[in-house]
Nanobody, 128 residues
């Protein structure tokens, strides 16, 4: 059974850093690579893509709002992707979700409709 499990959320002050993890399991043929994304949902707002990675090639995409601050990486031995978030701002607060598209990216990598599987999310709070 396909599963995505996020971890690493928490509370930090503005300017601080966090690293989120997403462990994926149960995906057939994932060794050849699949599209994976990180999405941010602030309170009362829609879920928006912030970063994505194709695990087979390591190709990455970022939303303009996080370029230079967030980095998405992978550890294929651990079936895990990471989101390193630096210089966090209060607007970065919300729930962060991991998503997977086992067939690769059939659409824009930061679009919610591109993904078939979602994790339960992890809360990030940036506040002084």
């Amino acid at each position: 059974r396909e599963q995505l499990v996020e971890s690493g959320g928490g509370a930090v002050q503005p300017g601080g850093s966090l690293r989120l993890s997403c462990a994926h399991s149960g995906f057939a043929d994932s060794s050849s690579g699949m599209g994976m994304g990180w999405f941010h949902q602030a309170p009362g707002k829609q879920r928006e893509g912030v970063a994505a990675i194709y695990t087979g090639l390591g190709r990455t995409f970022y939303a303009d709002s996080v370029k230079g601050r967030f980095t998405v990486t992978q550890d294929n031995d651990k079936n895990t992707i990471y989101l390193q978030m630096n210089n966090l701002k209060p607007d970065d607060s919300g729930v962060y979700f991991c998503a997977a598209s086992p067939q690769g990216w059939r659409g824009y990598p930061l679009n919610r409709a591109t993904y078939d599987y979602w994790g339960q999310g992890t809360q990030v709070t940036v506040s002084s």
